[in-house]
Structure formats: C-alpha cells, structure tokens
C-alpha cells in the first residue's frame, strides 16, 4: 500500500483487528521512508456487475435471467439440479473475475456456450441454435422465451 504522505509502496502494517462487526479489517500501516501512520480497511467487494448490450445499452446484470435461460435450455435433460447450480454459480463467478464491471452481452453467451458444451451437448445445440438468431435482438428476455423447448419434446 502506497504511503500517502510521500507516494513510498514499501510500507508496513503494524495491526489487523476486525472492525464494522467483523465486515471489514482495519490496518494500521507505518511507513519507513517519512515515519507516517495511516489507516486502511479491507472490505468484500461484490461486485455489481453491468451487461453491456451490442445496441451499447446498459442493463444491470441478473442472475435470475440467466438461470432461466440455462435451465430451459437443460429441460427434460438428466442433470442433476446441484450440478446446474454449481455451474452457474462458476459463470457467475468467471464473469466477476474478468477484471471489468462491464461484461459485454456476447461475452456471457459465450462463457454459457462453453460451460453447457462441457455439461451437456443437447442443451449446448439448443442454447447455441437461440443465440445464434438472438444476436440482432440481443436482449435476454426475448432470448428466454425463444429458448422453450419444441413441442415434440414436452
Ligand atoms: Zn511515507
């Protein structure tokens, strides 16, 4: 952590204790270069991730909408429910990990598209076949209807 007084990085941290009933660490630092003292905290971040659509819209990311999406894609198929969940919550956790708030569209379909061709190939055909056609609409609500599955299947 840099030293605010004289911009020296090679300062050191001389207590750690809980703060903000233990939602954050409170760090008392020492800097060896001008002797001066400062605080920081250390928080969770979650981050609230943006979809960036190709239209350059801005939508709030939502978990509800791409559980639906994945798991109409995966219906009538024999895959335990754990197993989807765990493979949201690792797209999720991809997406948040990309370093950038903002997660264009077309990026998120991709990583469901690799995720789905890992777990299962028929919900990957029908996932990938609506995405397809889903490009120029590029919104994930019409994406959602579009993904019932056919009749013969129901
Ligand atoms: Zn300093």
Excluded: W
């Excluded at 300062?11 to 750690?16: A, E, F, M, Y």
Aim: with cysteine.
């Amino acid at each position: 952590m840099r030293c605010p007084f004289c911009g020296n990085v090679d300062t050191q941290v001389k207590d750690s204790r809980p703060a903000e009933d233990h939602a954050a660490i409170r760090r008392r630092r020492f800097c060896p270069g001008c002797g001066g003292r400062f605080t920081t905290y250390e928080r969770v971040q979650l981050r609230d991730l943006v979809v960036i659509k190709t239209s350059g819209k801005r939508e709030e990311f939502d978990r509800g909408k791409l559980e639906r999406s994945i798991r109409i894609s995966m219906q009538k198929r024999p895959i335990e429910p754990e197993r989807i969940d765990q493979m949201i919550s690792g797209i999720v956790r991809r997406l948040e990990s990309m370093g950038d708030t903002d997660v264009p569209s077309k990026k998120i379909g991709e990583i469901v598209m690799e995720s789905l061709a890992r777990i299962d190939t028929v919900a990957y055909v029908r996932f990938a076949s609506v995405y397809k056609n889903f490009q120029a609409a590029d919104d994930f609500e019409s994406f959602v209807h579009e993904l019932r599955p056919p009749a013969s299947e129901q």
